[in-house]
């Protein structure tokens, strides 16, 4: 079965608010972890990723937190704006696994006006 | 650079049909990755291929589903023999090397829309 999952399928945020997306992974081997974006009639777009060693990574207006006790990933999105509207996925890798990277269910992201 | 190529975009196949989605990878990259996503759904590994070999097909079912990249051209994805539960977007991926090696995971094509009538 799959080794990571989201704990809610849909979010509505007000416009300019934070989000955070949550997600949890069962698999302690993980060590690389991605969160994509995915608009409708998209492929995955990449957003930001991080390591195993890391707890905490930021890029423009989006953190990252590893909690690696609990395997616990979540996505802060910064002052949301009606392009975050999309379905967000985590997904892992581990160096055991070829290369092959496994996607949670994803949480779609609903951005009110 | 393009990016990943994927065509068709929409395809429609009648029962019993055979499907052949194609995937050019971004230019350099070597390693393809085919995903299958249905409605509401995350996207599931099916196959990951180097050049003119297959590295990983635990993901690809048993029969009817078969997947290769040559050495010249694009990765084919080939569903022979379609059933309607075979309905569902096919993602392709590529990377320059592998995921240990590379920052920001794959980069995605569009996808194929399959729907089987």
């Known amino acids: 079965g799959e080794s990571v999952g989201l704990h809610l399928p849909t979010l509505s945020v007000q416009e300019g608010d934070n989000s955070i997306i949550n997600c949890a992974y069962s698999n302690s081997a993980s060590d690389y972890f991605i969160w994509y974006k995915q608009e409708s009639g998209k492929g995955p777009q990449f957003i930001i990723d991080?390591?195993?060693?890391?707890d905490k990574r930021q890029g423009q207006r989006v953190t990252v937190l590893l909690n690696k006790t609990v395997k616990h990933l979540s996505l802060q999105i910064a002052a949301t704006q009606p392009g975050d509207s999309a379905v967000y996925f985590c997904a892992e890798n581990n160096e055991n696994r070829d290369d092959k990277i496994i996607f949670g269910k994803g949480t779609r992201l609903h951005i009110l006006p | 650079n393009a990016g990943v190529m994927q065509n068709p975009r929409h395809l429609v196949r009648r029962r019993g049909q055979e499907a052949r989605l194609r995937c050019s990878p971004m230019?350099?990259?070597?390693?393809v990755y085919w995903y299958r996503q249905l409605p509401e759904e995350g996207l599931k590994f099916m196959v990951y291929?180097?050049?003119?070999?297959?590295?990983?097909e635990s993901g690809m079912p048993k029969e009817r589903f078969s997947a290769e990249f040559p050495k010249e051209g694009p990765s084919i994805l080939r569903i022979q023999q379609v059933v309607r539960g075979d309905s569902a977007a096919y993602f392709c991926?590529?990377?320059?090397?592998?995921?240990?090696?590379?920052?920001?995971?794959?980069?995605f094509g569009s996808g194929t829309r399959l729907t089987v009538v």
């Open positions: 991926a590529s990377s320059q090397a592998g995921t240990n090696n590379f920052p920001g995971g794959y980069t």
């Open positions: 291929l180097q050049k003119e070999n297959i590295i990983d």
């Open positions: 230019k350099g990259h070597s390693h």
């Open positions: 991080i390591r195993s060693n890391m």
